[in-house]
């Protein structure tokens, strides 16, 4: 996958590159694969001595807002075919 699918902007102002991100929403797979491209890239640009910030949408749930999930039913809430439905209609197609 190359880095402009989860790119948003690249810019390099004052000797920083400034990476902002957005990972995919629906798969840890993908979000996987799209960190693992990044952090390359920020690997070859730091050994080269480059300044990097990368912030952005991570798109990940983090384990200390675990309490938070499960008072707000958020599993339920994804869970719902009408929730469901709409993130589909929402999903990107990739075109072949």
Known sequence: MPL???TRAWMNTSGIHYIVVHLDAHSSDNRLVEANILASRVTA????GETVVVMGDMNTLSPRDQEWHREEKLVEFLQDERVRALLAWFTPRRVP
């Open 45 to 48: 640009l730091t050994a080269a």
């Open 4 to 6: 402009c699918h989860l």
